[in-house]
């Protein structure tokens, strides 16, 4: 398999509300992969190009101890059978520690809260930074995402034009660890010109999925990307995985413009894949 | 199997500390750009060459000169009370462990005082750039008046002032670039407005030539010593951000001389600088109360929003820029000082918890910066109303309020070390003699100032009731510090009660 297992899910977590949507999200991910939870609370530190006057000395300390209780209560959410560990860390920016966290712990995917799904994508700089740098995929937890048991859908985004994208290989495999269904989503606005797909012909994928049953292949078609996100029944515990724009670095993530606007409106978490190191070679066997 | 729950909490490379970069890895350079940007030579000489001049007339250079040496003494001591104790709370932190609470608390809130005055000063001087700006670039006089009526002024004021509380809250940053930039403005700007009056004087189309004599650089030649002081108290605010060039770290590459050399490059530049523009304003405006003239009441508390347009023609529209952003930049800095000192004071009980509350959205005091905007735009809007030199009254209150916390400062510092003060030469000098020298100086200052504030021709002139204005405010900001300490006393006394001892925070 070309694709990682997902063995570390790291959260990146602050204390605030769209936090516990992230932490929310983690648990669930971690649950159904039976993976390991990472906490990761980055201090931010000032640059010295920051300096406030008068001075007043390092709040870090106290920031720290603040991060403490917010680790302390997140913990105290997580259910007794999922291994976790926390990590509180100093860096120049969030995103910046983020980065190097998930790097440094390996981690297999990394969780944020985000605010998406009525209409807006949060302002956290930190997020905006990691979708488009962050080297592992990172999963946007709706606002007021709460913890379904299970993720039991993996929905994945693949491009009309490119039926044998890296996501149709990523869907595969993570639904097999997740043990959840999969299905494949196609998007097209009516601005975009007409679709060139044949649903019926969707990817191909029996090996090692979940289920025995032929892929349901979802076209997705709207006056708008808007629209076209609303005609899909979202199911509840499910996700979308989508890949990076071409602008991506190879084995880093960036948004694109089609994704960023389907994630304005979506009401379930989203997984931005990083580039594959060789899109063009075929998935290794 | 269960991993152990205990948090892991990184300890950073030996070279990131409190400020993630060291000054090591800034070079002087950088911490020169640091500590002139903290200073901002712009607004500041905008905003006290006038009521120096009020005070000491033509020997304004040397005052600068002067005043630079108690600052100088007071900032060895803080920069040993740094490398001591350098978690947040300084003055505070300082004054309560040497002092105990009470001292403690009341430094605490000189420093407060200070920063709540400048804020106002700062935004002040701001509004009045902005409308000459926008007057200059549009070429419509009428705009520049527009600062004059106090319900246009006080709203703008108030609009900044907003929008520098919402930028700390947020922990947005000045980049690197941005500071090179803004600070190469300022003192190229500020060179060309020196220039262009040393032009203008030897062409003779100056105001008011004044032939540069030796005189003025002579501190003994001051008239009296109550103008002397009050011309210290100003100077110290002239130099108010230099320190932070020693206070920065230092623990990095095996580097001890760069934050020495660093803080030696500021001065130079700062005090080539302030003495450059001060001749060249001298020279070409001499100190008469004629219409440009440094002796000029209505011209004092703001003298560049004056002087530039004779000066330097159809470019003064680059000094009104030159201050705007050297007033942004520093109502920014500024406005993260008191929130994060109220953090400390909240958070080792002097306040309630609720100036310790971290927001955890962008890790700043959110409350504790609320309070402190909606303190210092009260203060504005009163004293604009009440009175019409309020930029002049709130840097000579201001100067005060230094000279108290930083002599309260020095003062702990020398009573913090006597142990260990004997153990060398340098120890000696650094944590007793200079600290020593430095605070009682500026509390003799401090208690000069108070005395001659009663006079009410002082400074601006303002007055309530036969008593100088910069007085009474003087005495309401310390009353109301004295009831509100007592106040606290009485809800959280545990502060008061017990000795303060700074608390070990898990290392970052």
């Given at each position: 398999?070309?694709e990682?297992?997902?063995?570390r899910?790291?959260?990146?977590?602050?204390?605030?509300?769209?936090?516990?949507?992230?932490?929310?999200?983690?648990?669930?991910?971690?649950?159904?992969?039976?993976?390991?939870?990472?906490?990761?609370?980055?201090?931010?530190?000032?640059?010295?190009?920051?300096?406030?006057?008068?001075?007043?000395?390092?709040?870090?300390?106290?920031?720290?101890?603040?991060?403490?209780?917010?680790?302390?209560?997140?913990?105290?959410?997580?259910?007794?059978?999922?291994r976790?560990?926390?990590?509180?860390?100093?860096?120049?920016?969030?995103?910046?520690?983020?980065?190097?966290?998930?790097?440094?712990?390996?981690?297999?995917?990394?969780?944020?809260?985000?605010?998406?799904?009525?209409?807006?994508i949060m302002?956290?700089?930190?997020?905006?930074?990691?979708?488009?740098?962050?080297?592992?995929?990172?999963?946007?937890?709706?606002?007021?995402?709460?913890?379904?048991t299970?993720?039991?859908?993996?929905?994945?985004?693949?491009?009309?034009?490119?039926?044998?994208?890296?996501?149709?290989?990523?869907?595969?495999?993570?639904?097999?660890?997740?043990g959840?269904a999969?299905?494949?989503?196609?998007?097209?606005d009516?601005?975009?010109?007409?679709?060139?797909?044949?649903?019926?012909?969707?990817?191909?994928?029996?090996?090692?999925?979940?289920?025995?049953?032929?892929?349901?292949h979802?076209?997705?078609?709207?006056?708008?990307?808007?629209?076209?996100?609303?005609?899909v029944?979202?199911?509840?515990?499910?996700?979308?995985?989508?890949?990076?724009?071409?602008?991506?670095?190879?084995?880093?993530?960036?948004l694109?413009?089609?994704?960023?606007?389907?994630?304005s409106?979506?009401p379930?978490?989203?997984?931005?894949?990083?580039?594959?190191?060789?899109?063009?070679?075929?998935?290794?066997? | 199997?269960?991993?152990?729950?205990?948090?892991?909490?990184q300890?950073?490379?030996?070279?990131?500390?409190?400020?993630g970069?060291?000054?090591?890895?800034?070079?002087?350079?950088?911490?020169?750009?640091?500590?002139?940007?903290?200073?901002?030579?712009?607004?500041?000489?905008?905003?006290?060459?006038g009521?120096?001049?009020?005070?000491?007339?033509?020997?304004?250079?040397?005052v600068?000169?002067?005043?630079?040496?108690p600052?100088?003494?007071?900032?060895?001591?803080?920069?040993?009370?740094?490398?001591?104790?350098?978690?947040?709370?300084?003055?505070?932190?300082?004054?309560?462990?040497?002092?105990?609470?009470?001292?403690?608390?009341?430094?605490?809130?000189?420093?407060l005082?200070?920063?709540?005055?400048?804020?106002?000063?700062?935004?002040?001087?701001?509004?009045?750039?902005?409308?000459?700006?926008i007057?200059?670039?549009?070429?419509?006089?009428?705009?520049?008046?527009?600062?004059?009526?106090?319900?246009?002024?006080?709203?703008?004021?108030?609009?900044?002032m907003?929008?520098?509380?919402?930028?700390?809250?947020?922990?947005?940053?000045?980049?690197?670039t941005?500071?090179?930039?803004?600070?190469?403005?300022?003192?190229?700007?500020?060179?060309?407005?020196?220039?262009?009056?040393?032009?203008?004087?030897?062409?003779?189309?100056?105001?008011?030539?004044?032939?540069?004599?030796?005189?003025?650089?002579?501190?003994?030649?001051?008239?009296?010593?109550?103008?002397?002081?009050?011309?210290?108290?100003?100077?110290?605010?002239?130099?108010w951000?230099?320190?932070?060039?020693?206070?920065?770290?230092?623990?990095?590459?095996?580097?001890?001389?760069t934050?020495?050399?660093?803080?030696?490059?500021?001065?130079l530049?700062?005090?080539?600088?302030?003495?450059?523009?001060?001749?060249?304003?001298?020279?070409?405006?001499?100190?008469?109360?004629?219409?440009?003239?440094?002796?000029?009441?209505?011209?004092?508390?703001?003298?560049?929003?004056?002087?530039?347009?004779?000066?330097?023609?159809?470019?003064?529209?680059?000094?009104?820029?030159?201050v705007?952003?050297?007033?942004?930049?520093?109502?920014?800095?500024?406005?993260?000082?008191?929130?994060?000192?109220?953090?400390?004071m909240?958070?080792?009980?002097a306040?309630?918890?609720?100036?310790?509350?971290?927001?955890?959205?962008?890790?700043?005091?959110?409350?504790?910066?609320?309070?402190?905007?909606?303190?210092?735009?009260?203060?504005y809007v009163?004293?604009?109303?009440?009175?019409?030199?309020?930029?002049?009254?709130?840097?000579?209150?201001?100067?005060?309020?230094?000279?108290?916390?930083?002599?309260?400062?020095?003062?702990?510092?020398?009573?913090y070390?006597?142990?260990?003060?004997?153990?060398?030469?340098?120890?000696?000098?650094?944590?007793?003699?200079?600290?020593?020298?430095?605070?009682?100086?500026?509390?003799?200052?401090?208690?000069?100032t108070?005395?001659?504030?009663?006079d009410?021709?002082?400074?601006?002139?303002?007055?309530?009731?036969?008593?100088?204005?910069?007085?009474?405010?003087?005495?309401?900001?310390?009353?109301?510090?004295?009831?509100?300490?007592?106040?606290?006393?009485?809800?959280?006394?545990?502060?008061?009660?017990?000795r303060?001892?700074?608390?070990?925070f898990?290392?970052?």
């Amino acid at each position: 398999m070309a694709e990682k297992t997902i063995r570390r899910v790291a959260v990146g977590f602050g204390g605030d509300e769209r936090s516990l949507d992230a932490l929310a999200l983690g648990i669930a991910l971690a649950r159904s992969a039976g993976a390991r939870l990472d906490l990761i609370l980055v201090i931010r530190q000032d640059s010295a190009f920051k300096q406030e006057y008068p001075p007043v000395g390092s709040v870090v300390g106290i920031i720290a101890e603040q991060a403490q209780q917010w680790i302390a209560e997140a913990e105290a959410v997580i259910p007794p059978e999922i291994r976790h560990h926390s990590h509180i860390r100093p860096a120049g920016s969030i995103a910046e520690g983020l980065v190097s966290a998930v790097q440094e712990l390996d981690s297999d995917v990394l969780v944020t809260g985000s605010g998406i799904g009525f209409g807006r994508i949060m302002t956290h700089p930190a997020v905006t930074a990691l979708l488009h740098s962050s080297p592992v995929p990172v999963a946007l937890a709706p606002a007021g995402y709460r913890a379904n048991t299970q993720i039991t859908d993996v929905m994945a985004a693949v491009s009309a034009a490119h039926p044998d994208h890296q996501v149709t290989r990523s869907g595969e495999s993570w639904a097999g660890q997740l043990g959840a269904a999969l299905t494949f989503v196609t998007f097209e606005d009516k601005e975009s010109g007409p679709a060139r797909h044949d649903a019926g012909k969707g990817p191909d994928a029996d090996a090692g999925t979940a289920s025995a049953e032929p892929i349901k292949h979802i076209l997705a078609t709207g006056r708008t990307l808007r629209h076209a996100v609303g005609t899909v029944d979202w199911p509840q515990g499910g996700i979308l995985l989508i890949g990076s724009s071409p602008l991506a670095r190879r084995r880093h993530i960036f948004l694109g413009m089609t994704a960023a606007r389907v994630l304005s409106h979506l009401p379930i978490p989203m997984v931005l894949l990083p580039r594959d190191p060789d899109t063009s070679a075929p998935a290794a066997r | 199997m269960r991993e152990p729950r205990s948090t892991d909490i990184q300890t950073p490379d030996r070279h990131t500390h409190s400020k993630g970069l060291s000054i090591g890895s800034i070079g002087a350079l950088g911490a020169v750009v640091i500590g002139v940007s903290t200073i901002a030579p712009a607004y500041t000489l905008s905003g006290a060459l006038g009521p120096t001049a009020s005070a000491v007339g033509d020997h304004l250079p040397a005052v600068l000169i002067v005043g630079f040496i108690p600052m100088l003494l007071v900032a060895l001591g803080y920069r040993q009370l740094n490398r001591a104790m350098p978690d947040a709370g300084t003055t505070f932190t300082w004054a309560s462990k040497a002092f105990g609470p009470w001292i403690g608390w009341m430094g605490s809130w000189g420093l407060l005082a200070a920063t709540i005055l400048v804020l106002s000063n700062l935004a002040g001087i701001a509004v009045d750039f902005f409308y000459l700006a926008i007057s200059q670039i549009t070429g419509v006089d009428s705009i520049a008046e527009l600062t004059r009526n106090v319900p246009i002024n006080v709203i703008t004021c108030v609009i900044f002032m907003a929008a520098a509380a919402y930028v700390s809250y947020r922990g947005m940053e000045t980049t690197k670039t941005v500071q090179y930039v803004l600070v190469s403005f300022q003192v190229l700007v500020l060179l060309w407005f020196a220039v262009a009056a040393f032009r203008q004087v030897s062409a003779g189309s100056a105001f008011d030539a004044t032939a540069f004599s030796w005189e003025w650089f002579n501190p003994f030649g001051i008239e009296s010593f109550s103008a002397f002081s009050a011309g210290i108290a100003l100077s110290v605010f002239i130099y108010w951000g230099w320190d932070v060039v020693l206070t920065m770290n230092e623990e990095s590459r095996g580097t001890t001389t760069t934050p020495g050399r660093a803080a030696i490059l500021t001065i130079l530049v700062v005090v080539s600088l302030y003495t450059i523009v001060t001749l060249g304003a001298l020279t070409f405006a001499g100190v008469s109360d004629g219409e440009f003239g440094l002796g000029n009441p209505d011209i004092q508390e703001n003298v560049f929003a004056a002087l530039a347009g004779p000066v330097m023609g159809p470019m003064a529209i680059l000094m009104s820029l030159a201050v705007l952003s050297s007033s942004a930049a520093s109502l920014q800095s500024t406005m993260i000082s008191p929130a994060r000192t109220m953090l400390a004071m909240g958070h080792y009980g002097a306040l309630n918890r609720k100036y310790a509350q971290v927001s955890p959205r962008y890790q700043t005091p959110a409350y504790a910066t609320v309070v402190a905007v909606v303190i210092a735009s009260v203060f504005y809007v009163v004293m604009r109303i009440i009175s019409e030199n309020v930029l002049w009254d709130t840097i000579t209150t201001l100067g005060m309020m230094v000279c108290f916390y930083y002599g309260i400062t020095a003062l702990a510092c020398v009573w913090y070390f006597r142990g260990e003060a004997t153990a060398s030469a340098g120890d000696f000098f650094n944590k007793l003699l200079a600290p020593l020298v430095g605070g009682i100086l500026l509390l003799i200052f401090f208690f000069q100032t108070i005395w001659d504030s009663m006079d009410p021709d002082y400074g601006s002139g303002s007055e309530i009731g036969g008593v100088g204005l910069v007085f009474i405010l003087g005495m309401l900001v310390f009353s109301l510090g004295i009831a509100a300490m007592f106040w606290q006393h009485h809800k959280r006394p545990e502060f008061f009660r017990r000795r303060f001892e700074t608390t070990e925070f898990p290392t970052l």
